[in-house]
């Protein structure tokens, strides 16, 4: 199975910060990457799907990038709604893996 | 907008079977594929699998397979997950969630269901 590590695993920001996640494939998947995000007690929620293709519905100050092993998870300007856990999950071959999460608080 | 209906909560003791239901509202059912996903307790999630409702093809991971089955009901527009041998282990949230091949892809689940805790317990 295809692995996935997401760095930072945790991340302290503030409001207006532009935050950064990283994850990283263990082999090549092109661009079969997407990325969610989840809160407590609720189911993730889907941003990001094909590496870099914003979901409808979702806001702009989020955007994906990167293929084959490397990609990014970017929040252009921290919002109060968006202290979360953020994973990726992986769709190019099965099975179907997440990362581990990165958890942005306050 | 696909909406995904999940019975709440249950107990079950272990080595038992549960079979866990998701209603699919709002879309074209065998235009879905319905994935399973479960996240125990401070964890991430685990994909388990899927069914295509419109062949009842299903894929699983390699982890599951020899204990789960998913189903799809056209008739009702429903999808089962059935889970056997139930341990400690597997008490978590289980989540059914619909990927759409014509617009997220079929295999990024967009909707999801709002999750059945399943609690091992005797």
């Known amino acids: 199975a295809i692995q996935l590590t997401q760095s930072p695993s945790s991340l302290s920001a503030s409001v207006g910060d532009r935050v950064t996640i990283t994850c990283r494939a263990s082999?090549?998947?092109?661009?079969?990457l997407a990325w969610y995000q989840q809160k407590p007690g609720k189911a993730p929620n889907l941003l990001i799907y094909?590496?870099?293709n914003l979901e409808s519905g979702v806001s702009s100050r989020f955007s994906g990038s990167g293929s084959g092993t490397d990609f990014t998870l970017t929040i252009s300007s921290l919002q109060p709604e968006d202290f979360a856990t953020y994973y990726c999950q992986q769709f190019y071959s099965f099975p179907v893996t997440f990362g581990p999460g990165t958890k942005v608080d306050i | 907008e696909v909406q995904l209906v999940q019975p709440g909560a249950e107990v079950k003791k272990p080595g038992a079977t549960i079979k866990i239901s998701c209603r699919v509202s709002g879309y074209t059912f065998t235009d879905l594929y319905i994935h399973w996903v479960r996240q125990a307790p401070g964890k991430g999630p685990e994909w388990m699998g899927l069914v295509d409702p419109e062949d009842g093809e299903t894929i699983y991971t390699e982890n599951f397979q020899d204990r789960v089955t998913i189903t799809a009901d056209t008739s009702t527009d429903t999808a089962y997950m059935e889970v056997s041998g139930l341990t400690y282990d597997d008490t978590a949230v289980y989540y059914c969630a619909s990927g759409s091949c014509t617009t997220s892809g079929c295999y990024t689940p967009a909707d999801w269901g709002q999750g059945t805790l399943v609690i091992v317990s005797s």
């Open positions: 082999q090549g998947i092109s661009s079969g």
């Open positions: 094909e590496a870099s």
